[in-house]
């Protein structure tokens, strides 16, 4: 069975850090660019990070740049997303996605998604 599964999210302080991980199993993320998105309760989801199947392309949300980094190990089949100096309105379901192509055109990856994983929660608050 294809999966992404989402692990490391919490409840944590404005200011904090976590560190959120998406792990594959069913098939390789060497050939996906990964990235992950979030939705709030009402809202829209929205991209947040993403990076390409080789790390050598990233993007990123302007609301995050500078607070949050993502990152891949292939050998561990696992791609990451550090979120530091995290506010209340960080506050959402996060998930990763899988869009097939090894194209390094930040324009061009994360666009068409293949898979999704079931979401973890990230609360920020007091």
């Known amino acids: 069975q294809l999966q992404l599964v989402e692990s490391g999210g919490g409840l944590v302080q404005p200011g904090g850090s976590l560190r959120l991980s998406c792990a594959a199993s069913?098939?390789?993320?060497?050939?996906?660019?990964i990235g992950w998105f979030r939705q709030a309760p009402g809202k829209e989801r929205e991209g947040v990070a993403c990076?390409?199947?080789?790390?050598?392309?990233?993007n990123y949300a302007d609301s995050v740049k500078g607070r949050f980094t993502i990152s891949r190990d292939n050998a561990k089949n696992t791609v990451y997303l550090q979120m530091n100096s995290l506010r209340p309105e960080d506050t959402a379901v996060y998930y990763c996605?899988?869009?097939?192509?090894?194209?390094?055109?930040?324009?061009?990856?994360?666009?068409?998604?293949?898979?999704w994983g079931q979401g973890t929660q990230v609360t920020v608050s007091s």
């Open positions: 990076i390409s199947s080789s790390g050598g392309s990233t």
């Open positions: 996605a899988a869009d097939f192509g090894t194209s390094t055109n930040v324009q061009a990856i994360c666009v068409t998604i293949d898979y």
């Open positions: 069913g098939f390789t993320l060497d050939y996906y660019a």
